[in-house]
């Protein structure tokens, strides 16, 4: 009977471990950013938000964004860093358009630290 337990725990784990590796963690709440991630989310809202969900995983345009520093690359297959997310923003991808100057500096600071919020 203690076997059995013991193999019942070990599935009751495993099976939790799998159901984790299918949802990402939830993005910090709106009312939780703190002042540069609120300006990024704005920043999103302005140039972003057409083409790109940012709360929810459903592709729009564009592929969804939420989790998108969570995961080890990005939908290029590029990696899912600072450097190569700025990137995509300023000179854009495929389909996405470049946002280059229109986007400043700390913009895309803000804009940056809204996504990984994601």
Known sequence: MAFAGVVSGFVTL???MLAGCKQAAPPTPLSALNA???R????FQAHC???HNDRVNEPLHGPALLGVFKKPALPSG????DERVTN???NGHNLM???G????SADRDDLLAYLHTL
């Open 88 to 90: 995509t923003i300023v």
């Open 97 to 99: 358009p470049a946002l």
């Open 40 to 43: 990024g989310h704005g920043v």
């Open 78 to 81: 590029a990696p899912a860093n």
């Open 49 to 51: 938000s057409q083409c």
């Open 101 to 104: 100057d229109s986007v400043d």
């Open 36 to 38: 540069q991630q609120a």
């Open 14 to 16: 495993f099976a939790g």
